[in-house]
C-alpha cells in the first residue's frame, strides 16, 4: 500500500523536512504543508532556503534545493491531537531505519513532540540536538502549523533561518 502522503527525498540531501503526520487536507491533495493557515512555505522562504515562494501544489521543487520533507506518523489526521505519544515511539526504529536510508545531512523535526518519543525524553531543547538521529545531524523547529500559536512568522523565520546558516556552515 502506497503512503497517504508521499515523502519528497533523494538520497544525501542538505535537510529533510519532518512533519509529525499529514493533515487530512495534505493527503486528500497529494501535497504537504497544503492547510491555508500553514506557515511552512512562506517561512522556509523567508529563512532564505529557497528563492522563491513555492506553492504546494509544486512541494516536490524542494528537491532542486537538496531538501525533502517526509513525516513520522503516516496516519492522516486533522491536528496533533488526534495522535497518540505511542504512535511516534512505535514509529522510532523504522523512521531511524528511513533516515540511515536516504541518509540527509540535517533531519529537522518540526515541532518537539515526535522527536522528543522517538528518543525517549519528555524535555528537549530547541535548535541543534546534542546527538545524530539516524546519522544525521538532528535538530528541533516549531511547527509552522497555523495552529501554533506560541510561534509568530518572524519567530519561526528566525529559527529556521538558524539551521540555514548551519547547513550553509558546513
Same mark, same amino acid.
Given at each position: 500500500m502506497s503512503k497517504p502522503? @508521499? *515523502? +519528497?527525498?533523494? /538520497?544525501?540531501?542538505?535537510?529533510?523536512?519532518?512533519?509529525?503526520?499529514?493533515? #487530512?487536507? =495534505? =493527503? &486528500?491533495?497529494?501535497?504537504?504543508f497544503v492547510g491555508r493557515g500553514n506557515r511552512f512555505w512562506r517561512v522556509l522562504h523567508l529563512a532564505g532556503f529557497t528563492p522563491e515562494l513555492i506553492a504546494a501544489e509544486h *512541494?516536490?521543487?524542494l528537491l532542486d534545493y537538496g531538501l525533502g520533507i517526509t513525516s513520522v506518523v503516516e496516519r492522516p489526521t486533522a491536528g496533533v491531537d488526534d495522535l497518540a505519544r505511542s504512535e511516534f515511539v512505535?514509529?522510532? =526504529?523504522?523512521?531511524?531505519? %528511513?533516515?540511515?536510508? %536516504?541518509a540527509p545531512h540535517y533531519v529537522a523535526f518540526l515541532g518537539? =513532540?515526535?522527536y522528543a518519543a522517538m528518543i525517549g !525524553? !519528555?524535555? +528537549? /531543547? %530547541?535548535? #541543534?540536538? @546534542?546527538?545524530?538521529?539516524?546519522?544525521?545531524?538532528? %535538530? &528541533? #523547529? /516549531?511547527?509552522?502549523?497555523?495552529?501554533n500559536l506560541a510561534f509568530s512568522q518572524d519567530a519561526l523565520v528566525a529559527a529556521y533561518r538558524e539551521l540555514r546558516l548551519a547547513v550553509e556552515g558546513d
Open positions: 502522503l @508521499p *515523502d +519528497i527525498v533523494a /538520497p544525501n540531501l542538505s535537510v529533510v523536512f519532518c512533519g509529525l503526520n499529514p493533515g #487530512l487536507s =495534505a =493527503a &486528500v491533495e497529494g501535497h504537504h *512541494d516536490a521543487s512505535n514509529a522510532a =526504529a523504522s523512521f531511524e531505519a %528511513w533516515v540511515r536510508r %536516504w518537539k =513532540a515526535a !525524553r !519528555r524535555v +528537549i /531543547p %530547541w535548535g #541543534l540536538q @546534542p546527538e545524530p538521529f539516524g546519522g544525521a545531524v538532528a %535538530w &528541533v #523547529l /516549531p511547527n509552522p502549523s497555523g495552529r
